[in-house]
Antibody
Framework: EVQLVESGEGLVQPGSSMKLSCVAS????????MNWIRQAPKKGLEWIAL????????YYADSVKGRFTISRDNSKNTLYLEMNSLRSEDTAMYYC???????????WGPGTMVTVSS | DIQMTQSPASLSASLGETVTIECRAS??????LAWYQQKPGNSPQLLIY???SLADGVPSRFSGSGSGTQYSLKINSLQSEDVASYFC????????FGAGTKLELK
């Protein structure tokens, strides 16, 4: 059974940094691209970053480019999101999601909440 | 970025009714479209991919259709467990989502 479990939930001040983790199980993690997707309270879904299966390529939404960094450790089956210069508009539930064969997301974690507030 | 315009924003329907949700892309996305269901307090779950392929374990009352820039999700014989928000997503370019449709029971 595919499982994705995010961690790193918390309340931080504007301008600070935070790192999220997502531990994967139930599939060969090193074979699949992975993503971070976020959802602000009562809002829609926003894809923010993706990383190829071998970390050879990484892409970001304009809203986080230059501030967030996606990475992975295939030996630990873990995906990361390093978030710097956090803003109030970064407040959201953050989901990690596995790519299916195409560019759709076939499995999602339960999410971890990040709140940016003074 | 490819913009996804989803309608309606909210929908109220009765048990057993057929419901249709639509998504329009700002350019041709060549059927690179997925639909997700999100129940309150849960993460989204894949329903449909490649515009019309049913994901594993999804009931056959869900179906997807469309091509080019116009796509739709149909739910036949609405059940109480279908109360949720539904989102479309294109993956012809960097992923973008529709704003969502909140489906409630009448």
């Amino acid at each position: 059974e595919v499982q994705l479990v995010e961690s790193g939930e918390g309340l931080v001040q504007p301008g600070s940094s935070m790192k999220l983790s997502c531990v994967a199980s139930g599939f060969t993690f090193s074979n699949y691209g992975m993503n971070w997707i976020r959802q602000a309270p009562k809002k829609g879904l926003e894809w923010i970053a993706l990383i190829y299966y071998d970390s050879s390529s990484k892409y970001y939404a304009d809203s986080v480019k230059g501030r967030f960094t996606i990475s992975r450790d295939n030996s630990k089956n873990t995906l990361y999101l390093e978030m710097n210069s956090l803003r109030s508009e970064d407040t959201a539930m953050y989901y990690c999601a596995k790519f299916g064969v195409g560019g759709y997301f076939d499995f999602w974690g339960p999410g971890t909440m990040v709140t940016v507030s003074s | 970025d490819i913009q996804m315009t989803q309608s309606p924003a909210s929908l109220s329907a009765s048990l057993g009714e057929t419901v249709t949700i639509e998504c329009r892309a700002s350019e041709d996305i060549y059927s690179n479209l997925a639909w997700y269901q999100q129940k309150p307090g849960n993460s989204p779950q894949l329903l449909i991919y490649d515009a019309n392929s049913l994901a594993d374990g999804v009931p056959s009352r869900f179906s997807g259709s469309g091509s080019g820039t116009q796509y739709s999700l149909k739910i036949n014989s609405l059940q109480s467990e279908d109360v949720a928000s539904y989102f479309c997503q294109q993956y012809n370019n960097y992923p973008t989502f529709g704003a969502g449709t909140k489906l409630e029971l009448k």
